[in-house]
């Protein structure tokens, strides 16, 4: 068998992964990364681009088919669009494909060695990967596991026919007639809005009592409303039983059973540590659950043996990946880090989106904490984008304006999650906010407002 030295072995290329090896590998650190698959893990070949590529296609493809209506803008389309989804497949993957390739040539940039093939633990500081071209061991001083997550099915509903996991639907040729998503989390809902925007007749069958459960009601309320316009169907309270034939999921709520026609059923009930294959056990980690423990410089129990990202539990974020891997470089590479982030900010790409940065109402004492919110009805960009629904929230600590929490729900939100957490991260006050010069017209214009309003002078409210 083949015995690679080296000071560093990454195992799994996805954000977090690729990320730490780069880093690594510019800070002159010798590093090998492995993966099993295509480089750019989950969120790269399966999750956050291809989703995004996705939801985008469904958009533009939703606006063409209102032009075929009447609307206030005046635009009239002769005949409504239609979709070759095999195309806009073929679209994503392109730009998948010049994504892995991008992450490929700044690897090699960086001068690490990648290797393709599953790779399972000896001991602490020996793997082996089974390589194309046979058995290759690596005997690394440090290890990093950033093998990512993988879709849960449930017992009664396993993946295959019709039932599909995530990375099943975001390669689906045709567009499903009926579409039941079991589970309205992040990935039911993101995927759910866009297949109701292709024209599927989408059912969400969610246990909790409302979609999103993990946000508060004020935040998820206008994307529970647009999925009602788009002709989605919400049951919440409601559990996903089986499939009682090919295209019929039987549900329980309400107190009683309902079959629902389904020409694919799309399980999203979260995500499980991947760790198949890889021998963990050889190590015998402490555990948090299913997840790997890891103290704040992403060390596990095993000295030398460090782990990042969705294989470390919550939140299962790719930005969060990636800053634990830069990090575990600096440490790696001789660097006293430690994690000391406030906030990650979180992005739901739903229509309208929601981002949350810091902390919630339902986190806090109400009698310490200013939480003022600005609408986009009253914000003339968001108006001007047909984009009223939604709003800005800040929350600040009463005795000094400290903000410590900001969130938004609406269209486009998603570009203000950077200055949210900056602002949250350099503990800005409100009077920061509200002091800095927001250009006109934008919709970050209502984050100034709701500053402003915090401190009991917002203008345009
Ligand atoms: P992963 O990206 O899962 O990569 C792990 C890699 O390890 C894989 O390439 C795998 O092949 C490899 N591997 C596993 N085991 C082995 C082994 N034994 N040997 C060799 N290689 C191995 N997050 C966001 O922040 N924003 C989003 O918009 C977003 N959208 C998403 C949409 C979907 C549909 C999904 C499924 C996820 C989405 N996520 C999003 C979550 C995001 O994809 C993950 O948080 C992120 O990919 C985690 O990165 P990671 O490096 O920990 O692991
Ligand atoms: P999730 O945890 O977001 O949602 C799962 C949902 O399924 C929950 O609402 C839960 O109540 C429901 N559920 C569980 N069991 C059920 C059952 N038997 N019947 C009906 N409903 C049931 O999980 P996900 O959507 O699979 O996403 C997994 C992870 O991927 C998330 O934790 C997230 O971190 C990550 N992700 C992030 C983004 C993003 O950042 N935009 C996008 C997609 C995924």
Redesign the pocket.
């Known amino acids: 068998m083949n015995i690679l030295q080296c000071k560093l072995l990454v195992i799994g290329a996805g954000p977090g992964g690729y990320v730490c090896a780069i880093r690594a590998g510019r800070m002159g650190v010798d590093t090998v990364i492995v993966d099993a698959g295509p480089l750019g893990g989950t969120c790269l070949n399966v ?2 681009i291809p ?1 995004k590529a996705l939801i985008h296609a469904a958009e533009q493809f939703h606006t063409a088919q209102r032009f075929t209506g009447d609307t206030p803008l005046g635009i009239r389309l002769p005949t409504g669009p239609t979709i070759d989804l095999a195309k806009t497949v073929e679209w994503k993957n392109g730009n998948v494909g010049k994504l892995n390739s991008g992450v490929g040539a700044l690897l090699k940039g960086a001068g690490v060695k990648v290797l393709f093939g599953q790779a399972a633990f000896r001991d602490g500081k020996t793997v082996e990967v089974a390589t194309p071209d046979g058995l290759q061991q690596v005997e690394a001083e440090t290890i990093v596991i950033a093998t990512g997550s993988r ?1 849960v099915d ?1 017992p009664s509903l396993p993946f295959g026919g019709n039932v599909i996991s995530s990375t099943e639907a975001l390669a689906l040729t045709d567009v499903p007639k009926r579409l039941s998503v ?7 809902l ?1 995927l759910g809005t866009a297949f109701a925007k292709l024209g599927s007749k989408v059912t969400v ?4 009592p409302r ?4 946000y508060d009601a004020e935040l998820t309320a206008p994307v529970a409303k647009r999925l009602e316009a788009l002709g989605a169907e919400v049951l919440t309270d ?3 039983r089986d499939m009682v034939t090919r295209s019929k999921l039987r549900i329980s709520g309400d107190g009683a059973d309902h079959d629902i026609p389904s020409d694919k059923v799309l399980v ?4 499980a540590p991947q760790l198949t294959g890889l021998k963990l056990d050889e190590l015998s980690l402490a555990m948090d659950g299913p997840f790997i423990r890891i103290d704040d410089q992403c060390r596990t129990s095993m000295r030398g043996v460090f782990a990042i990202g969705d294989v470390t539990g ?4 790719a930005h969060r990946a990636m800053a634990q891997g830069e990090m575990v470089a600096g440490i790696v590479a001789g660097e006293t880090l430690q994690w000391d982030s406030t906030c990650i900010p ?4 739903t229509d309208p989106e929601i981002v949350t940065a810091g902390f919630g109402p339902q986190d806090v004492d109400e009698a310490a904490v200013t939480v003022s919110r600005f609408p986009f009805l009253a914000n003339g960009k968001a108006l001007t984008a047909e984009a009223q629904d939604g709003f800005v929230r800040v929350l600040a600590r009463k005795d000094n304006q400290q903000i410590i929490g900001i969130q938004a729900v609406g269209h486009g939100v998603s570009e203000l999650s950077a200055a949210f957490s900056m602002a949250i991260e350099m503990q800005a006050r409100l009077q920061d906010l509200a002091a800095t010069i927001y250009a006109h017209p934008t919709q970050s214009e209502a984050l100034q407002e709701a500053a402003l309003k915090g401190l009991g002078r917002a203008i345009h409210i």
């Open positions: 999750g956050c989703s879709p449930l079991v589970g309205g989390g992040y990935i039911g993101e069958v969610e246990a909790g979609i999103l459960p993990q409601a559990l996903a999203t009930v979260g995500r919550e939140p299962m974020l979180a992005v739901c790409f």
